[in-house]
């Protein structure tokens, strides 16, 4: 028996258009130099959904100080802590400081992949998070260079192999009748494994281009000319198509700049203690990390209302269109500044709590709230085609 394979492991061009399909925000018009990003993000998600968004997804006013009202304090301590020592916690060894930062920058481009939840977790039992920690732990482990260089020479063979992606699904007759020879077929999970590399090398083909030879050297300069989270999610927007988190729906720019701002909140847990230029002191007015997870979990607990077409279409696992995304995870934006506000402005509880209580510690909260095991059952919203969550 021969087996052949319909899909070569090569196809550049096949590739970026793959990686182009899904980075849809690399056209957009962003804010002008010098503007604040972080208030852009609240500014656009507010617009869009008091108007052409409010008919897709709409906030729950009574139902958010119902929220605040029974709020656990001592849960959300205890969440916040352990999402936020993750980036103490890789299992690695590194030889500097620039190599671990280069490492976790590279772990937050890559957080996307929600909507192949269900497919990874049948293929290789991880969801779409873990597999991204694993693959970079991988390439760092093997000492795969993920350096501006060595992102360009990654193939889609390597990214499958680190990041245990099959490329290649089920095999069946290239004749009628005949098993002589096979064919295999595209797996399903194919267009991920296409993202990432397109991702990466992306990626290191405009670091080298900026004259950085990482992505740490780029974190690096950018937080030496401004220690700020806005300045840093700013420069990481217009340079990275694939941080350039922004959908155009109709007439509405809006800017939601998840990966950009994870990027920052992570550097700043990580080494913000121990150096300077990584002390953000805006770090509390990022946004919401917009994905999958915590949308639902705000719907969830009554503080956003999807409407009917949209609950129907999460609850039969069938993809949402673009502006309906879009919708989801602005309104959890807009929510959540507005459990910000009245919690900082109408509980004592809140101004008392440990952890400050922002957009950012928020989805700290909800994204571990998520994976409890009663929670992790709920309905998500799928969106696939996207390198943006």
Not at 22 to 48: E, H, I, W
Not at 267 to 289: H, P
Not at 303 to 329: D, F, G, H, V
Request: proline fraction near 4%; charge should be negative.
């Amino acid at each position: 028996m021969v087996l052949v394979s319909e899909i070569s492991l090569g196809g550049e061009s096949a590739l970026l258009r793959s990686w182009e399909k899904a980075c849809s925000g690399k056209d957009v018009v962003l804010p002008p130099a010098g503007t604040n990003y972080l208030d852009s993000v609240r500014a656009s998600t507010a617009a869009f959904i008091e108007s052409a968004g409010h008919e897709l997804v709409s906030i729950n006013n009574e139902g958010i100080r119902n929220y605040v009202n029974r709020f656990d304090y001592d849960k959300f301590v205890k969440y916040v802590k352990q999402v936020n020592g993750w980036t103490h916690k890789l299992p690695l060894v590194f030889d500097n400081m620039a190599q671990e930062l280069n490492l976790i920058a590279l772990l937050d481009l890559l957080q996307f992949g929600s909507g192949y939840r269900k497919e990874l977790h049948t293929a290789t039992g991880r969801g779409a998070s873990d597999t991204i920690r694993f693959g970079c732990i991988s390439m760092h482990i093997s000492q795969t260079l993920i350096d501006a260089k060595g992102l360009q020479a990654l193939t889609l063979g390597d990214i499958s192999q680190h990041f245990d992606i099959p490329l290649f699904g089920d095999e069946r007759p290239m004749a009628q009748g005949s098993s002589a020879v096979m064919v295999s077929q595209a797996s399903e999970l194919r267009p991920l494994a296409e993202c990432i590399l397109g991702c990466l090398q992306d990626t290191g083909k405009r670091l080298e281009l900026g004259g950085y030879s990482s992505l740490a050297d780029f974190i690096i300069k950018m937080c030496t000319e401004k220690p700020s989270a806005a300045h840093l999610v700013e420069m990481l927007a217009n340079a990275f198509p694939s941080l350039r988190d922004v959908a155009q729906i109709e007439d509405h720019q809006v800017y939601l700049f998840k990966k950009a701002q994870l990027m920052a909140y992570d550097v700043c847990q990580r080494f913000g203690k121990t150096d300077k230029m990584f002390a953000f002191n805006d770090i509390e007015q990022l946004t919401l990390f917009a994905d999958n997870v915590v949308p639902a979990m705000m719907q969830h607990h009554g503080l956003i209302l999807p409407n009917k077409n949209i609950i129907a279409k999460i609850e039969n696992s069938q993809p949402l269109s673009l502006p309906e995304t879009t919708a989801m995870r602005a309104a959890s934006i807009v929510a959540a500044q507005m459990v910000v506000d009245y919690a900082n402005g109408h509980s004592s509880a809140a101004t008392k709590c440990e952890i400050p209580i922002n957009q950012a510690t928020l989805d700290n909260f909800w994204w571990h709230e998520g994976k409890e095991p009663d929670l992790r059952v709920l309905s998500r919203l799928i969106y696939k085609d996207t390198v943006y969550f």
